[in-house]
């Protein structure tokens, strides 16, 4: 069984900054992918940004240059540092991972969202 745990969601002003954590546990053999999505209400869930194990990255046209994602591939843990929020940042923030587990099964797997409110 594998788990994806949030952290870091929150209230913020206009302009500020918040980091997401995201660490998974369980029987991993490895993580072949780590990313953020969000979803704001009335809203599909979008991509924020992905990381591979290679740490090549990708984030959506509407945070490059305020977001920036990482990862601590020895604590199975990506982050999301974001600054310059907008209310329309606003949304549930869902972790999603791509793991391999002991089984040697491989499928993603969802956090249960974080929420971030931007408020103006």
């Known amino acids: 069984q594998v788990q994806l745990v949030e952290s870091g969601g929150g209230l913020v002003q206009a302009g500020g900054s918040l980091t997401l954590s995201c660490a998974a546990s369980?029987?991993?053999?490895?993580?072949?992918?780590m990313g953020w999505y969000r979803q704001a209400p009335g809203k599909q869930r979008e991509l924020v940004a992905t990381?591979?194990?290679?740490?090549?990255?990708n984030s959506a046209d509407s945070v490059k240059g305020r977001f920036t994602i990482s990862r601590d591939s020895a604590k199975n843990t990506v982050y999301l540092q974001m600054n310059s929020l907008k209310p329309e940042d606003t949304a549930v923030y869902y972790c999603?991972?791509?793991?391999?587990?002991?089984?040697?099964?491989?499928?993603?797997?969802w956090g249960q969202g974080t929420q971030v409110t931007v408020s103006s």
């Open positions: 990381i591979t194990s290679g740490s090549n990255t």
């Open positions: 369980g029987k991993i053999v490895s993580i072949n992918a």
């Open positions: 999603n991972a791509d793991i391999t587990t002991g089984l040697l099964t491989r499928r993603n797997y």
